[in-house]
């Protein structure tokens, strides 16, 4: 490169804003500017130009412009690189300009868009002063009220009138509870509202409901929105998650026993290092791809996919931050780098998607007992094993020995004298050969497994299916069991695997399996065929086993060991028995001890390595990265390298939880107010970087998480502040009053964002699902357990939901335990904005559409709940019409009908019979909203 080609440097003091900003807006910024970046490179913002592209980083070399790839490229000296490509070339005098900028040092005013950019969510938390209000509606002293009112006197305005009683408890039971009160529970409330002290009886009421078990289900549900669980895969098959609800009723629990949020954090991304397994669905709450392939690339994806899930879920859950965004570059907005990504990636690195067994209370004992048993069994086995048959090779007669199974298969043969040992397959019941563990042991009493790569044997074999992370050679005598570490060979039904021993060792029996897993599920792949050789040298070769005497694969048998005293002394055959019956006895009393309930909470194991991405491609690979948080945000952490699995989520769980974390209380306390008001102090609930809202109210956030970390991070007393506030019990009618005379609040704040009344909205398909049945009579409150199927049962490899059409009992419990599959809704209530949970769900979008009310009229749902409000109704009420009617209303609205109501309403009971009231009454705006 001759660089004396360069135009000189400009020699007068160049100012950024008036000589370089327009030039780059106007040469620059069509390819490196806001809405397309080759190359990586932009030069819209400070940080980022300064940063440089991929290719040729630092593109500016502060001080040096002749050493500047910007320079070459805009002064024509790399070949092929003319910059711009169109528009022509800049002028000499231009690149002048850009040499002497660079030259006196880039000069850049700050534009905000380095990563210690101001920005209100990065500061710590810091507990403001609560103002002092002179006005008679923060007499109650409750913080909240005062932030509020502070702001509303700003706009001169106030608070709305308080809503009356029974307004107010129907409020607080949805919003609490997700469940309407009875009209017994109304009357109780209007009467103590009425005669007593109303903000005791408001406190009471808040106590009890905040103590009830309902409380869980309601909130949990909205968490679960939050986490995109559902209780299936997504992607192709769709299929579903038998034990993924044990997740859920965690939630329910953690939320009724106000669990700490810090150790909610802690519980669902280490839950497994404190006994609470089922905790860590969290982390595997998402869709997953499983149909999988040989195809290096689809598999990479496949994995760089779910990684991409667990961590940026993790972020936006418990952050409020769009970490995804820098999986591909540096995020553009906030101050999260491409290695802080791959860094929060890395802590994920050991997690898989599946299921694992939950340890109960008494796990150590019943580990100590399972030890003792399986020390019997080994001593019995051993004292069986004079019964085992000996492998007869060079025969093709019939088998004295059972058929290969998918689990343990022993051959035994005379002790042989080997270094080496070869398992050739030359059959399969399909596809190429898959073994998960090969075996072979000393003879004598000392036994030992010499084929282990921990006693310093190798392992090479004919070929290994290439790009498959679960299927290495290395884990064929890695000691592991099980399909997700094996070794498939590269050639369709055939192929060889041998182990070299770390010295000479005498042999007698060699044990294989292809899936020997705790709950082996694979019979594909299985050799059917096979021979068995050792070597002294790796030269001669010696065959001690083959296939030829056993029993024909009949792809239903079961296999195994078989033992047998044929041709020994009666008193042997009897021994053999009893050593059977024992054997039998001693493996139920293992299984007993050693058997789980199975929970969808992730696979833990070793953790991979992890790299940069170039481009978010997992084909690229650079640099290593280890587990970390994010660098920009407190408190500082490292991670080391060498950190296990449990280790390093437990450590970003600490990190999460931290005090000095200024995200993580500010988000949960916004979460809170988002859905006891229908909008958050910050209307983007997952987004509290650069591009999400401002909040409302800073003052009175930073208050909310100041005051829930001082707590002990305890939720309940945050819903308790928020409840009993007087800017919660206000009513949901417009205030026509303000201080201003010539202005309605509605025309000061139209989107209630000050909060001068209280945002009346429509109930979630939950909630309204289950009031239906709480006023038909039929709902079940049963808590916990696997939930109910809305869809009809089938088992297609690619799972069809067809949503039933007729409800039993089976399915009146509350939507909350609905197995909820993912991308799929219910054809009565996915109408009304539930979430299929193929994303995450931080809010809910509120649309009014003509389905939705043509579902509460026609939907076989709607029309036999209204026939069961009907009959409860009838029990309730008798025969007279009017009582009939004023029991309905009593029911549905919790109050009585209006004279004209009680007059039009009995007129059509008259004419259509009760259950049209009752459909009616259903899709009344009074009973479909809270107000």
């Known amino acids: 490169m001759d660089k004396s080609k360069l135009p000189p440097a400009a020699l007068r003091p160049v100012d950024f804003r008036k000589d370089i900003k327009p030039l780059f807006e106007s040469k620059c910024y069509s390819c490196h500017g806001p809405d397309k970046q080759k190359g990586q490179l932009r030069l819209d913002r400070k940080a980022d130009a300064l940063k440089g592209g991929d290719s040729h980083a630092p593109d500016i070399v502060l001080g040096k412009s002749a050493d500047s790839p910007l320079i070459h490229f805009v002064a024509g000296l790399v070949p092929d690189m003319q910059m711009p490509p169109k528009g022509g070339p800049l002028t000499s005098e231009q690149i002048g300009l850009l040499r002497a900028w660079i030259d006196q040092g880039a000069q850049w005013p700050d534009d905000g868009s380095s990563v210690s950019a101001k920005h209100w969510a990065w500061e710590p938390v810091k507990r403001p002063t609560v103002p002092t209000i002179d006005n008679r509606q923060a007499a109650s002293g409750n913080p909240v009220d005062r932030f509020l009112l502070a702001k509303l006197a700003e706009q001169k305005l106030s608070f709305s009138a308080p809503a009356d009683a029974r307004t107010l408890i129907r409020r607080l039971y949805f919003t609490t509870i997700g469940l309407p009160p009875s009209p017994e529970e ?168 599946g299921e694992r067994a939950v340890k109960p209370p008494n796990f150590a004992e019943l580990q100590a007992k399972a030890d003792g048993l399986r020390a019997q069994l080994a001593t019995l086995t051993k004292q069986m094993e004079r019964f085992e048959p000996v492998a007869q090779t060079g025969t093709n007669g019939p088998g004295r020995r059972p058929p290969v199974t998918r689990g343990l298969n022993l051959d035994r043969f005379p002790a042989v004298t080997a270094k080496f040992l070869r398992f050739s397959i030359t059959a399969t019941t399909q596809l190429e050969p898959c073994i998960d563990e090969l075996e072979a042991f000393t003879a004598g009493a000392a036994s030992r497994n010499v084929a282990l790569a921990s006693a310093g044997a190798t392992a090479t074999a004919s070929s290994t299916l290439p790009g498959n992370a679960i299927h290495k050679l290395a884990h064929v005598n890695d000691g592991q069991y099980g399909n997700d570490r094996s070794w ?35 019979n594909d792949r299985l050799a059917t065929r096979y021979r068995i050789e050792v070597s002294p040298d790796g030269m001669a070769w010696q065959t001690v086993a083959t296939s030829d005497d056993r029993e024909p694969f009949g792809g239903k048998a079961n296999g195994g060991i078989t033992y047998s005293a044929e041709g020994m002394a009666p008193a042997e055959a009897k021994r053999l028995e009893e050593l059977l019956a024992a054997r039998k006895k001693w493996e139920a009393e293992l299984v007993s001890v050693t058997t789980f309930p199975m929970v969808y909470a992730g696979k833990f194991g070793q953790t991979a390595e992890t790299f940069l991405m170039h481009r978010g491609d997992p084909m690229q690979p650079r640099e290593k990265i280890g587990p970390g948080v994010l660098a920009s945000f407190a408190p500082k952490l490292s991670v080391p390298l060498e950190a296990t699995d449990s280790e390093r989520r437990l450590a970003l769980a600490k990190w999460l939880g931290a005090p000095e974390n200024p995200l993580t209380a500010r988000v949960i306390v916004n979460r809170l107010w988002h859905y006891h008001f229908g909008i958050g102090l910050v209307d983007t609930p997952s987004d509290f970087g650069l591009n999400g809202g401002r909040p409302s109210h800073p003052e009175l956030l930073d208050w909310l998480a100041s005051e829930l970390i001082a707590s002990g991070w305890r939720l309940k007393h945050i819903h308790q502040l928020i409840l009993t506030s007087a800017a919660f019990q206000q009513s949901s009618v417009e205030n026509q009053l303000s201080n201003r005379p010539d202005s309605r609040p509605m025309a000061l704040d139209s989107s209630n964002r000050f909060l001068w009344h209280f945002p009346a909205r429509r109930l979630d398909a939950e909630p309204l699902r289950d009031t239906m049945l709480a006023v038909s009579g039929k709902l079940d409150r049963a808590m916990g357990g696997p939930g109910f199927d809305l869809f009809e049962a089938n088992s297609n490899y690619v799972k069809v939901y067809n949503s039933r059409a007729d409800f039993g009992p089976t399915e009146f419990r509350r939507m909350v335990y609905q197995s909820k599959p993912r991308t799929e809704l219910d054809n009565t209530f996915g109408a009304f904005d539930c979430p299929d949970a193929g994303q995450v769900a931080p809010k809910r979008s509120r649309s009014t559409t003509p389905l939705q009310a043509l579902n509460l009229l026609n939907s076989p749902f709607a029309l036999q709940q209204a026939g069961f409000f009907a009959e409860r109704v009838a029990t309730d009420a008798g025969k007279s019409h009017e009582a009939q009617t004023k029991r309905a209303f009593q029911l549905a609205f919790l109050r009585e009908p209006t004279r004209d109501e009680l007059a039009a309403s009995t007129k059509l009971v008259k004419a259509y019979g009760l259950p049209a009231l009752c459909r009616a009454l259903f899709n009344a705006n009074e009973f479909l909203s809270v107000f």
């Not at 000479?504 to 292809?514: F, G, L």
């Open 488 to 522: 498939i060979s590269n050639e369709r039904g055939k192929g060889w695997v041998q182990i070299e021993f770390a010295k000479a060792e005498t042999i007698d029996r060699v044990q294989w399996s292809r899936d020997r897993d705790n709950v082996p599920r694979y």
């Open 186 to 353: 109304v009357a109780t409330f209007e009467r103590e509202f009425r005669t007593g002290n109303r903000q005791l009886a408001i406190g009471k009421l808040v106590e009890k409901l905040l103590a009830s078990p309902h409380f869980g289900e309601r909130w949990a549900r909205h968490w679960l929105d939050v986490v995109r669980f559902a209780e299936s895969n997504g992607y192709e098959t769709n299929g579903t998650r038998k034990n993924a609800w044990p997740y859920r009723d965690w939630v329910i629990r953690a939320f009724n026993n106000d669990l700490p949020y810090d150790r909610f954090i802690l519980e669902q991304l280490a839950g497994d290092a404190f006994g609470v397994d089922e905790a860590t669905g969290f982390i595997v709450g998402g869709p997953t791809d499983i149909v999988k392939s040989p195809d290096p690339v689809l598999t990479a994806n496949q994995r760089a996919e779910d990684l991409n899930d667990f961590a940026a879920t993790t972020a936006s859950a418990f952050l409020g931050l769009t970490l995804h965004c820098a999986r591909c570059h540096d995020h553009k907005f906030d101050p999260i780098a491409m290695k802080d990504y791959y860094s929060v990636v890395a802590c994920f690195a050991g997690v898989r998607h």
